[in-house]
């Protein structure tokens, strides 16, 4: 037997908070994860558990004492068991008492961080299961919390309320021109994004989920290897594992490597505002961006391979999406690409290729033409895990892969790469491995592009059923007619929804303008429930809103919406 002294492990950003229950004395045998005290702040209540088996011998704390991380427990007489859940290791350095050894084993392991990766493994601990999730950078929440969704969603907010500032002036209210704190504006971002992680760092903490930092490589059906910095590794043993590891942005070859190139991490850093700046790619990363730095001041220019912006999406909505952002681009090349690529110490000059060749010069491009699958350094071919051509694992409704004890989730999966599908496959899959009857068969999955405006889209497309053959009846209701919309400087959105001609059910739908996003939940839970147009257009809405909209569409359907001219028609 050692004596060791226990302390507070890291509980995120909890910062001298109340002990309201202790639960143990000097003399008491305690097992490894046994609770020692109870912590409560204004957020959560926390059990702190012990790290190690043994017996105590002292306790330093009592009721109503503050503690943070660091702060003294008490100590104990140790046996030689190791390894606690509910800390955070690293594959190349551990605290003395907290050191993740070799094959240690979970029933579950986790291999990557982010939307998927957390909440699959959330889940999995809800229900019993010892996990560990590996994650290669320094905070969970992947690229989605740190470096993608929800930066990205604090500057679309702040270039919205610029923007909205300079219309207001037509309803009367007028302010001077905006002044621009780059750092203010960065650390704003950024401090969104610590709040984030510091909660899922408690979530995990409260689960007694082991955070490991380093990159996992299979060895085995049942074992990984984790490299952390240097050469220094630990191997990891698991009875089941998910493969969380997302994806990562195309790099085009024709774009030679410089600071002034970027991805959309890059983007989001907001290092300067540039004079001039190209986006690559008409998706939902390349307008979102342009609608960012168009409103801090850069002039864009858009560059497309396809025949339209944003692939897929519904005809009415991109072309009010195009008239109401007109104003953003000098350019928009359709049909267009980038032949050549040429860094100067004055910018990047790029040749432009589509009716003609035109060449231009950036102080920043934006590449957002595309994200891969992180499947190629997993180590799959050693356990027998299929992947597609294109490096998608292959997986069923389970979401188990080829190796019937390791399952896939999220981006490496293919189909929607939107942390929400990540999230749900998450669940399922830690379920499955729970030993509980679950399996992913969402009818739909949505879409929004968090712009201005906004557009939310979901479930089949009239191109869609065109080209399958089927019948579908659209109903439009014009925010024109909405007394919230026209109130609110928006009656130039649009509610579209689609009616299969034989079911009569709702089959998709299409929402553009402001809280787009927001709204769309209640075409999802439509099409999930195969609700009709009588569903929605009897359920009574609140007035006036934006989302009565949705009611009004389904009117629309049935020819008894009364707050449009009436339309004759055979019925």
């Known amino acids: 037997m050692r004596t060791e002294e226990i302390r507070v492990p890291d509980i995120g950003d909890f910062r001298d908070v109340e002990v309201v229950e202790v639960h143990v004395r000097a003399g008491d045998v305690v097992g490894r994860e046994q609770a020692l005290i109870t912590v409560e702040s204004d957020k959560a209540t926390l059990e702190i558990p012990s790290p190690i088996a043994g017996v105590i011998t002292s306790i ?8 943070s991380q660091g702060s003294m427990i008490g100590t104990a007489s140790a046996s030689e068991e190791a390894g606690a859940q509910g800390e955070t290791v690293s594959a190349d350095q551990a605290d003395a008492g907290q050191r993740a050894t070799d094959h240690t084993r979970y029933d579950l392991v986790v291999i990557g961080g982010g939307p998927g990766g957390y909440s699959a493994a959330f889940r999995a601990a809800d229900t019993g299961l010892r996990t560990a999730i590996v994650e290669r950078y320094g905070t969970l929440g992947g690229v989605c919390l740190n470096v993608g969704c929800i930066p990205s969603k604090a500057l679309l907010h702040v270039a919205a309320v610029r923007e909205e500032a300079e219309r207001i002036a037509d309803m009367g209210i007028r302010f001077g021109a905006p002044q621009i704190d780059l750092q203010a504006l960065r650390t704003f971002k950024d401090g969104t994004v610590t709040r984030l992680t510091d909660g899922l760092n408690q979530m995990a903490a409260a689960r007694r989920v082991t955070v490991i930092r380093g990159t996992a490589k299979f060895v085995s059906a049942t074992r990984l290897e984790v490299a952390g910095e240097g050469a220094s590794s630990q191997q990891i043993d698991f009875g089941q594992c998910i493969i969380a590891t997302g994806s990562r942005a195309v790099q085009l070859a024709v774009l030679p490597k410089d600071g002034r190139i970027v991805t959309s991490t890059g983007a989001l850093s907001l290092r300067s505002i540039p004079g001039r ?51 953003r681009f000098e350019h928009i090349d359709l049909d267009s690409s980038v032949s050549t690529a040429a860094v100067t110490p004055d910018g990047v000059t790029v040749a432009i290729t589509g009716a003609s060749v035109e060449t231009r010069s950036y102080d920043l491009v934006l590449q957002s033409a595309g994200r ?15 992947i597609d051509p294109n490096g998608f694992i292959q997986v069923d409704e389970q979401m188990r892969t080829t190796a019937r004890n390791v399952f896939a989730i ?33 009818k739909i999955v949505p879409n929004v592009a968090y712009t201005d405006p906004e557009i939310a889209w979901v479930g089949k497309s009239v191109r869609d059923v065109a080209e399958s053959g089927g019948k579908i009846r659209s109903a439009k209701f014009p925010w024109a007619a909405s007394g919230r919309a026209i109130a609110s400087g928006a009656s130039y959105g649009l509610t579209k929804l689609l009616f299969d001609v034989e079911t009569g059910r709702i089959v998709g739908g299409v929402i553009v303008g402001p809280h787009a ?10 099409i999930e429930m195969g609700a009709d147009a009588i569903d929605i257009g009897k359920t009574i809405h609140p007035h006036p809103t934006l989302g009565e909209t949705i009611g009004m569409a389904a009117e629309v359907h049935e020819g008894i919406c009364t707050d449009l001219p009436p339309i004759a028609r055979n019925r």
């Open 517 to 526: 996003g927001d709204m769309i939940g209640e075409i999802c839970l439509a």
């Open 277 to 327: 700046m190209l986006v690559i790619g008409a998706g939902i990363i390349g307008l979102e961006m342009a609608t960012v730095y168009s409103a801090l001041g850069a002039k864009i220019d858009l560059v497309e391979r396809l025949s339209d912006i944003l692939a897929g999406v519904d005809a009415d909505a991109v072309k009010i999406w195009r008239s109401r952002n007109a104003h």
């Open 372 to 386: 891969v699958p992180n499947s190629g350094e997993l180590g799959l071919e050693r356990i027998g895990v299929a």
């Open 60 to 67: 330093s704390l009592r009721v109503g004492d503050k503690v």
């Open 410 to 442: 999220g981006d490496v999966v293919g189909g929607s790469m939107l942390a929400h599908k990540a999230v749900h496959e998450g669940h399922v899959a830690a379920e499955v491995a729970a030993g509980k009857p679950a399996a992913f068969t969402a």
